[in-house]
């Protein structure tokens, strides 16, 4: 065989990016051993704690948390970004009324690319505005899509409210309470960014080709949009009712484990312990909850839990409970449909995607892996007579 041909690779051979270095990042930090994620070096949990979204948005663009007049003027743009894209709304209200909310955002911020002719400039103190209006229009883009799914008429946005605020009244009608307010603002802080996960992957892979942000964030979209990325809050509600309706949670655990199911929500990748997210949302769900439900999802979830670790701890098993075990939950107490848990975990991820293409942006290589070829070579053309 000679040195241009292929080297042929055993088939047992398996090859993935699972445990491959493929750039270096200072957005966020996933501490999978010790249950910990940092933004810009700051614990989430503080995050969660003491910031807004504006503010940790602002962290994780630009590296810093803002000082009190630059948060002023983000917060000023994002509100003044917000308004309604005529041309947008029309492609939504074409769409048959049961699509997908997270599809229809794909879509859109496509659409936002031709809408919006100034993609074409690279000058680096424009990044910010371009990405203010991506994270703005996020939430208006999503709540038309929601409504229009719901059968319901869409609403404006409305400028005398904050941003959290404004997205929960554009899905509802209504001014939420500050308590549902802060419930959403900390789900989306908590979900903005989790290293090179497969959504942001893609971000940065289109992005690395000098492709426009709208392209690199609506093809992150996509990826978000596999059943395997961003779905498992909901195939974790379907096992909470299905846990009800059993009448033994225990049993029920039982059962599912040792026919070979699995328990949604629980398992990650990077984490060998809790997820720190699950931590925070099932502190959320605690709020949301009246002491009184004897049926509450934050009970049985606890009981699923609790039944779950007892067996892996058996079978000397690291899993536990990631962020989609309880979110599902907070987002349902809220008042929100199923059909949007995947897109509001877009909108909070918006900001990680947006943070990462600015830092390739600072010293852009684009992404062109190697692959290994598996198939045969020198096979003869044979004429179509002959075939």
């Not at 997270?102 to 879509?107: A, D, G, P, W």
Request: with cysteine; net charge neutral.
């Amino acid at each position: 065989m000679s040195h241009q041909e292929p080297t042929k690779q055993n088939d047992d051979l398996k090859y993935n990016m699972r445990d491959m270095v493929v750039d270096s990042t200072s957005v966020s930090w996933v501490d999978g051993i010790n249950g910990r994620l940092f933004y810009r070096g700051i614990n989430i949990a503080e995050l969660a704690a003491h910031a807004t979204f504006e503010e940790t948005a602002w962290l994780l663009l630009t590296g810093k948390l803002p000082t009190k007049s630059r948060l002023d003027s983000f917060q000023w743009g994002l509100s003044n970004m917000s308004h309604s894209q005529e041309k947008v709304i029309r492609i939504i209200e074409e769409f048959p009324q049961y699509s997908n909310p997270l599809l229809v955002l794909q879509t859109c911020l496509a659409s936002l690319a031709c809408i919006d002719r100034e993609d074409e400039y690279f000058e680096e103190e424009n990044y910010i505005e371009k990405v203010m209006r991506i994270i703005s229009q996020t939430p208006v883009i999503l709540s038309a899509a929601y409504r229009h799914y719901l059968g319901v008429p869409l609403l404006e946005p409305r400028s005398d409210l904050p941003f959290i605020e404004n997205f929960i009244y554009m899905l509802f009608g209504k001014i939420p309470t500050k308590n549902q307010t802060r419930c959403m603002e900390i789900a989306l802080i908590i979900q903005m960014d989790h290293g090179f996960n497969p959504s942001t992957f893609t971000a940065r892979t289109v992005a690395s080709t000098l492709a426009n942000f709208y392209s690199a964030t609506s093809a992150a979209v996509g990826a978000l949009s596999g059943s395997l990325h961003g779905g498992a809050s909901v195939l974790t509600l379907e096992m909470l009712e299905k846990a009800k309706q059993s009448g033994n949670v225990s049993v029920f655990v039982q059962n599912l484990l040792q026919s070979g199911g699995k328990i949604m929500g629980m398992g990650h990748r990077v984490y060998k312990t809790v997820d720190p997210r699950a931590i925070i949302f099932k502190d959320l769900l605690t709020q949301l909850t009246a002491k009184e439900e004897k049926t509450s999802d934050l009970k049985i979830l606890n009981q699923i839990e609790e039944e779950a670790r007892k067996y892996f701890k058996e079978k000397m098993l690291p899993i536990y409970v990631n962020v989609d075990f309880w979110s599902g939950s907070v987002y349902k107490k809220l008042g929100i449909h199923p059909v949007l848990y995947s897109a509001i975990f877009a909108a909070a991820r918006m900001v990680g995607w947006c943070s990462h293409i600015l830092e390739l942006r600072q010293n852009n290589r684009v992404y062109s892996p190697l692959s290994n070829y598996n198939g045969e070579i020198n096979i003869p053309y044979i004429p179509i007579e002959q075939r």
